[in-house]
């Protein structure tokens, strides 16, 4: 049977996921630190036993150290717990390039909570481009869309389209049952009207969410995945004292 520190060792590498080779070595050079901890405090008159896990405690949490050991933001960082980041981050929370968790923030962010420069979710909020339940940003298609051009179900911007469109400007194709629009096609700001190119992009996300939504279903199915797999791999067979 395994030692306590070796245990701890496992846990620690089980977080870090690295590769065979630089596992082994990461291995002995923090068990090289941990005895001569160990060391330290048998000198100072712990017995061994106490001194083991005294040393274990003030290391920290496998799943803490192991998670530092994979470093600021690799390629890919895929988590069941905490935050992920890389540059593909997925978990609960998720910082990265591309971000995909219960709370996401990236340059393309899709989760519960998404916020970046695309965003898709729940609520979302994007500097671009948005796509959710609720959407904040740019150019913004949602159920409730508030940004520069919004376009939904209820719809506030500075132009806007939907069946409540709220707008400093509602083009004539953007009015629906309830419409109340500052300015109307005969006085709008040459300005303000040339912006009007911009619901031709959301007109383009428009037409194809009804392709994009299998899409992002399947994706999320996906994403689910890998969660559930990463949380299977990590889990311990024993209730591990110092995980928690």
């Given amino acids: 049977m395994k030692n306590i520190l070796d245990r701890y060792l496992d846990r620690v590498l089980l977080y870090a996921n690295k590769p065979a080779a630089e596992a082994e070595a990461i291995r002995a050079e923090l068990q090289d630190h941990l005895l001569q901890k160990i060391e330290d405090l048998g000198k100072d008159g712990m017995p061994r036993e106490e001194a083991i896990l005294e040393a274990l405690r003030q290391h920290g949490s496998p799943k ?50 998404a916020a970046g420069l695309f965003s898709a979710g729940g609520l979302a909020l994007g500097l671009l481009f948005v796509w959710g339940g609720f959407g904040i940003g740019g150019v913004v298609n949602a159920g409730f869309a508030l940004g520069v051009v919004a376009a939904g179900g209820c719809a506030v911007g500075l132009l806007a389209a939907g069946g ?29 009207k040339s912006l009007a190119v911009l619901f031709k992009i959301e007109a383009f996300m428009d037409r194809y969410i009804a392709i994009l939504i299998p899409v992002y279903v399947l994706a999320i199915l996906g994403l689910s995945y890998l969660q559930v797999r990463e949380a299977k791999r990590t889990r311990s067979e024993d209730d591990w004292l110092i995980n928690g």
């Fill in 64 to 113: 803490v150290v192991g998670y530092k050991l994979r470093g600021p933001f690799p390629w890919v960082d895929i988590r069941s717990q905490g935050t992920a980041r890389g540059v593909i981050a997925i978990g609960p929370k998720a910082v990265g390039v591309f971000a995909f968790g219960g709370m996401a923030v990236g340059v393309f962010a899709c989760g519960g909570l």
């Fill in 164 to 192: 409540m469109a709220i707008g400093v400007w509602v083009p004539p194709f953007g009015a629906g049952p309830v419409t109340i629009s500052y300015y109307t096609a005969k006085n709008v700001p040459p300005l303000l």
